[in-house]
């Protein structure tokens, strides 16, 4: 087996894990604020709060060059792997300086140059595809990894476990990725799955599987790192499920009536944003001052990308008709 | 030129396309080593090797998914479907992924992949092995849909489609196979979206693909000696569909006849039949008739010939068609 990479983290690492979490949450929210004030495109969007750390983490474990792909939740994993909020903001309001032009919409955000083969709308459609990204990666000798991001909703979709069995008998560097808020949309996941071990169903199809708290986003960063480091070097695909929590409901108007406030409140005392920032405080890699100037420099940030897409064109009817096909 | 069967014109398409790019490689169950299902492959695997002919579990869904991720990461997959009665297995990838990702992702991704497979009836086998679904394809925006009639238009087309950076379904037929016609040597590319008028004549128009162009042919053969010219056109292409040339035969005889293998209520013969009313409706002095398989699904053994198209149900219509005047 080759050697996988040293999963410690710097001290730079650990602050940018914390930064990259609040810019998910600013991102997210400006997304909800933005519907409000009649900004967006229609309604479809369906926001990561609460998941920041299962996105950070994983963000910091990939490399340039590597591709994947995600579900309709994935603003956060998109914005971990350097996407641009402006353009981001653009395609949610339809503009054609979004990075679709304003044609996929959220749930099809996409952009192959920073690796990101597209985010789905069918739940574990993405699966198949990033297969084929693994394939890719193998055949072209790239060095690089593939990964599929996806939540607990995807985990009985059967396209997973046809995945699953090629990516292992094919050694195929390619990492299964879920992001398990405990929810598929209002199913709770013990009343979708008979077995509730899906590291044991990975490792069943010979696919090395690994269980982190998605809540804590530095375990996150190293189970990721190692998994994805082992993955890359060639040595066979791997699982990594995330235990965390939507704060929000599944979509713009779910008030999450199937789940028991308590738990919600449960959930939300393990935010992973205010934890990690509580551990950086006592690591004496953060003070509260500069925690404020990084909430500042964000929310900046994310009023001045919204402004921007705000401005910026919509589509001329025309282009209904462009992209279909090339040649 | 050379003589040779169908099944040998393709994989001669397919071993050129494969020479010129690497990027090329066959993936599927029973390529390989098995040499495909109708032979297609055979003796590829030896020329090329494991890594360009990739057998695959029975996994339909992933596996044209895969085509997608590597179509999206660089490469040029020729998927192969063996049945497209299997078509329904893999529907998410094909109409939800493969046609949709250069359109949703606003032209930033393209998706250069050949989804290639075969249909029809001619071997008894039975309803779930010998459909004509290409109407489901052809209505797919963003797909080409691509069926040869013959060995020459099978190279030409199949490497055509290779090189094109659409996605295509490419369409066989089992009864053709073993089809023999005159082949042109080394490099031969026939356009997508030129159809061949494959017999002049000025008394009716016959419009069709695939195999069902031969049983027009037949028809039109003995049409001729009532004194009935038919004009059998052979589309080649249901996407991009070439009107042009159909409209201009009908404009000369005033009579068409639309014949496909696929059944008679909403197959492709119906949005012929509408596009060719559309347009000549002042110059026709009857309706489009529609010659297409019968509303049942395909019974096995001897019944079979009895659901689909023959000749003399043609010649019927020609001669009921000949007898009409402008009113």
Known sequence: M??????????????????????IREFEDRVAESYLRGLTAGSMFHLSVGEEATAAGAGLAMEDGDCFTTHHRGHGIFLSRGADPGRMFAEVFGRTEGYCAGKGGSMHIADITLGHMGANAIVGANIPISLGGGFSMKYQKTGKLSVAFFGDGALNQGVLYESMNMAALWKLPLVFYVVNNQYGMGTRIDLASASLDFVKRAESFGVRGAKVDGMDVEAVAKAARELFSWSRAGNGPGFLIADAYRFYGHGRKDPSPYRDKEEEARWKERDPVEAQKKRLLGAGLLTEQRYSEMKAEISKEMDDAVAWAAKQAEPGPQELYTHVYID | MAQMMFRDALRAALALE????????????????????????????????????VDTPISEASVVGLGVGAALTGLRPVVEL??????????????????????????KVKVPMVLRTQGGTGRSAGAQHSQSL????????????????????????????????????FIEHKALYAMKGDVPDGEHLVPLGKANVVRQGDGVTIVSYSRMVHVAAEAAAALAKEGIEAEVIDLRTLNPLDMETVFASVRKTHRAIVVNEAHRTAGFCSELAARITEEAFEVLVAPVVRIAAKDTPVPATLLEKLSIPNAEEIVAAARTLAGRRKA
Request: hydrophobic residues 40%.
């Open chain 1, 2 to 23: 080759k050697a996988s990479r040293d999963t410690a983290l710097s001290g730079e690492e650990r602050v940018s894990l914390l930064r990259m979490m609040m810019r």
């Open chain 2, 134 to 169: 290409e109407t489901w394809l052809a209505h797919m925006p963003g797909l080409r849909v691509v069926m040869p009639s013959n060995p020459a238009d099978a190279k030409g087309l199949l490497a055509t489609s290779i090189r094109s950076d659409d996605p295509v379904v």
């Open chain 2, 82 to 107: 063996m049945y497209v009665d299997f078509v329904g297995l893999a529907m998410d990838q094909i109409s939800n992924q493969m046609a949709k990702w250069r359109y949703m992702s606003g032209g």
């Open chain 2, 18 to 53: 494969m020479k010129r790019d690497p990027k090329v490689f066959v993936i599927g169950e029973e390529v390989g080593r098995y040499g495909g299902a109708y032979a297609v492959t055979k003796g590829l695997y030896d020329e090329f090797g494991a890594e360009r002919l």
